[in-house]
Structure formats: structure tokens, C-alpha cells
């Protein structure tokens, strides 16, 4: 619709006061009016888990014209679900995540918090996104992504994206990226996740660790082959996790 301004519903995992939240906003900002709503503290690898025995509240920490951003005390997808029921006045025109501090390519989508924005959002039938930088840098720079993610979002913007179909997107770790590679999510598992510590003589205190193990690194239409090459990722997903290619299988089994 002509003079239409799009609203542009931006959260992430690492805070409101992540550098990688400041520079996504900064990346976006030309593309229509901000309303940001991200996690009072980290809240990384929380996936797509709710608040739900305590009171989640809000506030707001920054404000200009076209920009509001605001701390909330729950978890990404409460941010995502209070924003919209309360600081949007209309129904988002697009709703992006990150940049994330970290890569979430693979299976760690599962895991994410960066992603359980995403997915909020296209249960909610709006278009979303996430973007992630793999780095361990919190101080990372980010400017190599900023032409990609204005180009991402506005096309999404234009053009939309299918039904029930959101976009994760990952960066690698350079300063001059190669282009853009439409990818399908990698293969891959998790082990030695457990790296045990001790607490005052008690040794059954445990910090999260883990190492990364690909399936098939030689597979070249993967998320993880991509970033390893130096291209940016994106990863079409669904929210319908229903395995229709195995439903004939299954009924045999119960048949």
C-alpha cells in the first residue's frame, strides 16, 4: 500500500544491551519504524521456553522517532508474545532476531533462543527472521553483515516468504564474505557435553561444554559447508514438523 511503513519487531537472546542487538537495529532502521523488545539479561540456548510460574514485565530503556527499544525480564519468546501484546499497535510487518553472538547453524537451531524469536513470529504468520555471526567475539565485528541483512530483510519485506516458512541466517567470521548460499540445515551431533567441576569437595556440579561433530562435511548444499567456505547461510524452515515422508512407514508399523 503506497505510504505504507513497515513495523519492524526486532529481538534477540544475548540482551537489549548486546552490541550485535545495537548493530541489527542500526542495519534495519532505514527500512521502516523499530519496535525492539529483547531480554533484560542473556538468555542464550533457552530455545523456545516461556515464563511461566513467575510475572514477566517490561520496560523501556531507549526511545527516538521511528526507534522504541525496551528490556523485558523473560525470555526471548516472551519478549517476542509481550511485544506484541503490547507495544505493537499493528501486526509487524517483519519480525528478525539477533545478530547472535555465536552461530546457529545445524541443529543448534533447535536450541536457540535466537530462533525461538524466528519461530514465535511465523506461528503468529508474520515473516521472520534470524541472523548469527559465528564468532566467540563478543566484541565482534559485524559490519560485513549489515549489507546482507538489509538486502535480506528488505526483499523479505517486498516479496514475503511462504506459509508456515521462516529463514535462519548465519555469517561467517570475515571480513569480506562471498555471497549468499540458500542451504538446507547440516547434519551433525553433539558430544562430551558435560564438562564436570567441583563445588566445595561436591563433584556432582557440571558445566555445559561439548564438541561439534559433522555428519557429512563433504556435502556441499549444507549450512555448515557454507560457512566453512565463507558465504553467508540461509536456511528456509518450517514450523510443521511433521515427517510426511515417513507417514507411510509409520502406518505399517501400527497396521
Same mark, same amino acid.
Request: hydrophobic share 35%; proline share 6%; with cysteine.
Given at each position: 500500500?503506497?505510504?505504507?511503513?513497515?513495523?519492524?519487531?526486532?529481538?534477540?537472546?544475548?540482551?537489549?544491551?548486546?552490541?550485535?542487538?545495537?548493530?541489527?537495529?542500526?542495519?534495519?532502521?532505514?527500512?521502516?519504524?523499530?519496535?525492539?523488545?529483547?531480554?533484560?539479561?542473556?538468555?542464550?540456548?533457552?530455545?523456545?521456553?516461556?515464563?511461566?510460574?513467575?510475572?514477566?514485565?517490561?520496560?523501556? =530503556?531507549?526511545?527516538?522517532?521511528?526507534?522504541?527499544?525496551?528490556?523485558?525480564?523473560?525470555?526471548?519468546?516472551?519478549?517476542?508474545?509481550?511485544?506484541?501484546?503490547?507495544?505493537?499497535?499493528?501486526?509487524?510487518?517483519?519480525?528478525?532476531?539477533?545478530?547472535?553472538?555465536?552461530?546457529?547453524?545445524?541443529?543448534?537451531?533447535?536450541?536457540?533462543?535466537?530462533?525461538?524469536?524466528?519461530?514465535?513470529?511465523?506461528?503468529?504468520?508474520?515473516?521472520?527472521?534470524?541472523?548469527?555471526?559465528?564468532?566467540?567475539?563478543?566484541?565482534?565485528?559485524?559490519?560485513?553483515?549489515?549489507?546482507?541483512?538489509?538486502?535480506?530483510?528488505?526483499?523479505?519485506?517486498?516479496?514475503?516468504?511462504?506459509?508456515?516458512?521462516?529463514?535462519?541466517?548465519?555469517?561467517?567470521?570475515?571480513?569480506?564474505?562471498?555471497?549468499? =548460499?540458500?542451504? =538446507?540445515?547440516?547434519?551433525?551431533?553433539?558430544?562430551?557435553?558435560?564438562?564436570?567441576?567441583? =563445588?566445595?569437595?561436591?563433584?556432582?556440579?557440571?558445566?555445559?561444554?561439548?564438541?561439534?561433530?559433522?555428519?557429512?562435511?563433504?556435502?556441499?548444499?549444507?549450512?555448515?559447508?557454507?560457512?566453512?567456505?565463507?558465504?553467508?547461510?540461509?536456511?528456509?524452515?518450517?514450523?510443521?514438523?511433521?515427517?510426511?515422508?515417513?507417514?507411510?512407514?509409520?502406518?505399517?508399523?501400527?497396521?
Amino acid at each position: 500500500m503506497k505510504g505504507h511503513i513497515p513495523l519492524i519487531l526486532v529481538s534477540n537472546d544475548d540482551g537489549y544491551m548486546a552490541k550485535g542487538f545495537e548493530e541489527l537495529i542500526h542495519a534495519v532502521k532505514p527500512l521502516g519504524e523499530i519496535i525492539a523488545m529483547a531480554p533484560a539479561r542473556p538468555r542464550s540456548a533457552s530455545g523456545c521456553s516461556l515464563t511461566m510460574n513467575v510475572p514477566v514485565n517490561y520496560k523501556l =530503556r531507549y526511545q527516538e522517532p521511528g526507534i522504541s527499544i525496551y528490556s523485558c525480564s523473560g525470555t526471548p519468546a516472551d519478549c517476542t508474545k509481550l511485544a506484541l501484546h503490547t507495544v505493537c499497535d499493528r501486526m509487524p510487518d517483519l519480525i528478525i532476531s539477533g545478530i547472535n553472538h555465536g552461530d546457529n547453524s545445524s541443529i543448534n537451531a533447535h536450541y536457540s533462543g535466537t530462533m525461538s524469536v524466528v519461530f514465535e513470529g511465523c506461528m503468529k504468520g508474520i515473516p521472520s527472521i534470524g541472523f548469527s555471526l559465528r564468532t566467540d567475539n563478543l566484541d565482534a565485528d559485524f559490519t560485513p553483515t549489515l549489507p546482507y541483512i538489509y538486502f535480506i530483510c528488505e526483499s523479505v519485506l517486498k516479496k514475503g516468504l511462504p506459509p508456515n516458512v521462516c529463514l535462519n541466517v548465519n555469517f561467517p567470521e570475515a571480513q569480506n564474505l562471498k555471497g549468499i =548460499r540458500i542451504c =538446507r540445515q547440516g547434519e551433525g551431533t553433539w558430544i562430551n557435553e558435560w564438562e564436570q567441576t567441583s =563445588r566445595r569437595g561436591d563433584n556432582k556440579y557440571f558445566w555445559m561444554a561439548g564438541d561439534f561433530i559433522e555428519t557429512h562435511p563433504e556435502q556441499e548444499d549444507t549450512d555448515l559447508w557454507a560457512l566453512r567456505h565463507g558465504y553467508a547461510s540461509v536456511v528456509p524452515l518450517t514450523i510443521d514438523l511433521t515427517a510426511y515422508r515417513s507417514m507411510s512407514n509409520i502406518s505399517r508399523l501400527f497396521t
